[in-house]
């Protein structure tokens, strides 16, 4: 009696410390969304209080992220006192994201007539609200978004090359880089700090393969009800650089 008591405590408390660490691993839907505030969350870091510099005010990253980039920046301007490394987009939530989503979705109307064609355009470069690893506070932008400055402008090259050369040492990966098989185009610009974001595209892939709905059950933006919700999903958030998993 004694000796069936102890193991069924012993069970139970396997149990709850197996819950308890599964648990703490998960990333809470509203995080990986992009459905929260980052200025109010205690574990982002305002980039303008950090010697990185700025293209605007009110950026947030998640503290890691931001000492590994700060060290990146330091290692350039040792190199590269001349040649501008700027932050130009950090965190952005769900509803600026949906700012940007709703502006390109009305401004397309004029040219297409389905929505599918509509988010497709819009796709090339810009995030479904709810889909952006820009939501997760480990990926940023730097100094343009335009690829002709990457492989044109001399300072753009040299910029490029750095950060392709360099970036890995710091935990950083290119998500959009060369060679994808669908999702967004290359943005030399994009860097993503893989050491947390791998933590979540897995439980984004998770979710995409076992309870889609939990996602797509989340999203309100204009056309989500007209276009291939799920699929483009998939092919968006999924297709980056295998250096990014
Ligand atoms: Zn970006």
Known sequence: MIKTAIIRLLLTSTLLIYSALTMAKQIPLNRLTGQFDEKQDPAFIALDATILPVNKKGMYLQKEPTEQLIKAYQDFKKIHSDIPFIIVSATRNY?????IWQRKWDSLTTQFSQPQQIAEEILKFSSMPGTSRHH???????TSVSSNFFKNDPKGKILDAWLQQ???NYGFCQSFNEGRNGGYQTE????????IAKQYIAEYKALLDHNPTKITETLNFT??????LEALIKEYVLQVNPDCY
């Open 166 to 168: 360099n970036m890995k």
């Open 136 to 142: 997760w506070g480990t990926d940023v932008d730097i």
């Open 223 to 228: 056309g989500h009800d007209q276009i291939r």
């Open 188 to 195: 030399e610009w994009h860097w993503s700090y893989q050491p």
């Open 95 to 99: 509803n600026y994201q949906n700012g």
